[in-house]
């Protein structure tokens, strides 16, 4: 990929040289002004060494620009995608006297349009009238249409995407040009990046390094002055003349000292790391909600539909009285057969793996009547062969019982709270044939956990985050889901305003806190955790309080943001750590190479054996442009991240990065200098 | 016993011994500066100076209230020796030369101790006793104040406070300082040091010469000399001189009180954050630095070659015979390592690479263990800036002891440790680069380099021990030296308060398994790891082309 992409980014890295875009990477800038001083020199006094090392100064500079491009490039891309479908649109906005076609980009806030099958909703707004089918594949990529419909949840619909059936009614809640696409564009493109405070942290620091060794090598000079004088008779070698070391050598110095790994790859880092999370369809606001990810201590996570699969399916049938297991899965799926519920389904669908029963269909059955569910009676059933089957809420099936004239046994009650003390609902069945009544038994109804949570939330421990369910449960069946799933703690009976005093609480503890939401009594929550993740399926207003937008809507995704966070900042410091380690081997080649002709012993600090002053230098510039070229891909890439403890995984990264950085220069310029060493004028 | 296995259980004893005394003292220090209670001698000072001991300062407040004193006191210090011939006890010297009078002013108030005068030829006991002796009470515990405060702000929670200077002031002198040298002084009298107030006597000597002999207090400013990494001693020769360091053991006990609270306030800090593994982590950190130094300078010292050092078995030049080479090279690498600055045989007579090590101690900023509380808020600081780097690669925003590192706290940490280097770089560069200054150096070549080098160095980290070999009584150099002590010292101390301060008003991120842990074998390792590479970066250029074209072969 990067093969493709490096020549196409090749422009935007020269136009990227303009002194006022350069100065905003200190690093970066001193190269480019010694760059510029060494051609100035080049064209003065020619020479083959001159040339070769302005030549590869430049490079320097351009490599730097390249790796920004090339990360910048991805977003350009998409952008232009996204830019396509935003053609200009219409809308339909409606007045007291009717309707009126206006363009799209005069809406205001509060307009309210009308949306009809094929077309374009014109902004972003929420549905007030009516239900419709959307394509949303244009921000989302999925092709599959989703439901939008006033009031509730799922109500928010988002401008550039196209209705496919019926009529809506949006009233409009963006502004003009700031529609929740505008803010994609200038996203992805990186047009509204700012620095994050991390990244300004580190830029000041590589600031200071750069300074240091800016005025270790200016002093120098006069060191180096004197050391000349002291010499009668020496001569001085190339590098070195009665007026000190070249102008040539000093910069190649400052050049190879000063961190420039790290200072050519810090923005290209930053914006690959947004780029990671927008190629998983989450978009972050801002490059500090993606930092402060990295850095989150609790992750709060809804119960129904993060940890759960958010529908009950039955799980067991547990028979009181005589009566027998099977006798009790026929007498459930017989009363569920026209219960199109995913609960009723699921009864249907357990007893026949439970029990071999054969799927029945309610067609079949042309003498039954079937008893619907109703909020009053709180239970469904079915009339069949004069035989009366009832399901439903404890309280209202043993109601029925007793209004026949039946018994409830009583070993019913302790069936019934244990399966709600498990976290299960109980449904309780009963039957009547021939005035005999009794209740046959329960179904237990279970929330169940998604597949694989207790794994990802054992690796969030290790990651030193505490996870915790927030679910509107009592706090029996809060503990038992809890239990099950592996999360550390968890809210029960939460009512929404509870997010909100739980977030508030945890980061008075100095903690940061993660979570998603996507209903309007979210919002408040949202807003004020520390990353805010809201589902692109949810209401404007957790659109707005978040700090970043799942495209998916899918609430387990909050780890992987995490971990892309922290593999953001792994990166930089592992890259930082790099750099600074590399140094060690630049001295190790420039230092004897310039001062050897006066203080031969110094020769014994070339443990390389490079094979000439000249090639020396130009070996270490030349390396130390490579280097950034080289490390384009991981900085786009990431560093590696496997969640593991703090300790351990600075073992391996001190390792890789601070030992790796140390040796692997010395190879580097060694391999570089035995090819640079045939080049005329390097002896 | 040869001189290796003497060496040996000399260094052997002192860390047996810091090691059983450093937990009593830091425990003392901690109750010291985290007692409510104020001592009816420290009422009556407060009062006299008009603070109000119970209300404490925010880093600004602090930071003005220690440069206030110290000018004052650069003030009164300049004014008494300039006023010598006119007051008491002055033992018939005149005032001092200004040039000099303002070098010894800004050198004993910053902890430097630098001497651009020789003692018992230039300052009667007036001086002596209430001017350069106060200092070296009252410049050691702005240290420690200092560092009490940088400590505050990172176990404080929420507030802008970081303590009363006046208060961590007096209580320094009185409560740590003056015991622990009373002890120290008569332990010295004991050993043969003098302590009079007698006039000089002329004696003939075997050869028939006449020399004047000064007496004076010198026990008693002997020992807050050590003890506070002051390191201004009597007379010219310093420790080397029998009447202030008379014997071996006298020396064991001038090293034990040059690392005693430096190597004690780890310990407090540790206390005080309310985790004693961090202050162990610190203090591990210096002592790995201080043995991997001690070792070097002894081997450089015993085993180097060369004509004379091999014929003798080591290099004896420059060293007292009382002491032996190993007593000599262990007395310089803590007088290097704490910013003392005291000496007992010659730096400028050691061997190159020896020299080196010498140098590199200062360069490394004075923190292993480094001058009375500068030590510990310097290393406190590396510490940050490791964390920093080393933290980034655990994937969490940099925090240490849950303070986290952004923007504002790592521009004054690299402002911190940029001030030393440059002003040791610059002045060096400057130095060299003019036919006045260099006319100073004793010796051409890489060692008159190393001189001026060395100059600058002990200067700008307040350490004071000079390379001998260089003429440091012009006007060049008492200014240029003046205003790197005064900068070396002022400006790190008022980047740490600032850096306190704004630590002080974090809520501290509570630790997981998440947080990288800052009292492992492996974060002592980094931070050592990072000071020495810092170090050699900054300095490989200089080191080349003065000790070490010097002496490799």
Known sequence: MLTSTLPASAPAALRKLDPRFMWRNPVMFVVEIGAAWTTVMAVLDPSAFAVLITTWLWLTVIFANLAEAVAEGRGKAQADTLRRTRKATTARRLTDAGEETVAAAELRRGDLVVVEAGQVIPGDGDVIEGIASVDESAITGESAPVIRESGGDRSAVTGGTRVLSDRIVV???????????????????????RKTPNEIALTILLAALTIIFLVAIASMQPLAIYSVANSPGVEGGFALGSHGVTGLVLVSLVVCLIPTTIGALLSAIGIAGMDRLVQRNVLAMSGRAVEAAG??????????????????????????????????????????????????RSIVVHAKEAYGLRERHAGALTHAAWVPFTAQTRMSGVDVDGRRLRKGASGAVTDWVRGQGGEVPSALADVVDRVSASGGTPLVVAAAENGDVRVLGVVHLKDAVKAGMRERFDRMRAMGIRTVMVTGDNRLTAKAIADEAGVDDFLAEARPEDKLSLVRAEQAGGRLVAMTGDGANDAPALAQADVGVAMNTGTSAAKEAGNMVDLDSDPTKLIEIVEIGKQLLITRGALTTFSIANDVAKYFAIIPALFVALFPGLDALNVMRLSSPQSAILSAVVFNALIIVALIPLALRGVRYRPSSASRLLNRNLLVYGVGGVVAPFAGIKIIDLVVQLVPGMQ | MGATTAGILFVGSLILVLVAVHVPLGDHMHRTFTSRHHWTAERLIYRIVGVDPDAEQVWSGYARSVLAFSVVSVLALYGLQRLQGRLLLSLGYGGVDPDVAWNTAISFVTNTNWQAYSGESTMGHLVQMSGLAVQNFVSAAVGIAVAMAFVRGLARRRTGELGNFWVDLTRAVLRVLLPIAAIGAVALVAGGAIQNLADPHTVTTLTGAEQTITGGPVASQEAIKELGTNGGGFYNANSAHPFENPTSWTNWIEILLILLIPFSLPRTFGRMVGDRRQGVAIVAVMATLALLSVTLLNTAQLAHHGTVPESVTAATEGTESRFGVSNSATFAAATTLTSTGAVNSFHDSYTSLGGAVTLLNMMVGEVAPGGVGSGLYGMLILAIVTVFVAGLMVGRTPAYLGKRIGPREIK??????????????????????????????????????????????????????????????????????????????FLPIVLALALAGSLARQTPVPASAGTLPTHRPQFVGMVAGVTLILVALTFFPALALGPLAEGIH
């Open chain 1, 171 to 193: 009233r409009i809640t963006q502004r003009p040009g700031e529609s929740f696409m505008d803010r994609m564009i200038a996203l992805v493109e990186g047009a509204s990046r």
């Open chain 2, 412 to 489: 004054l940490a690299s402002l911190y440790f940029l001030v030393t280097p440059m002003i040791v770089l610059v002045g060096t560069g400057i130095a060299m680069a003019f036919e006045g200054p260099r006319g100073s150096m004793l010796n051409t070549g890489p060692h008159g380099l190393s001189e001026v080098l060395y100059a600058f160095t002990s200067a700008a980290n307040n350490n004071g021990s000079a390379f001998a070999g260089l003429t440091v009584a012009t006007t060049f150099y008492d200014v240029a030296l003046g205003l790197a002590m005064a900068f070396g010292r």
């Open chain 1, 295 to 344: 850095d989150v201590d609790t992750l709060l996570l809804d119960k129904t539909g993060t940890i759960t699969l958010g529908d009950r399916r039955a799980s067991e049938f547990i028979p009181v009285g005589g009566t027998t297991g099977a006798e009790l899965a026929d007498a459930a799926q017989l009363s569920s057969l026209a219960d199109e519920t995913p609960e009723g």
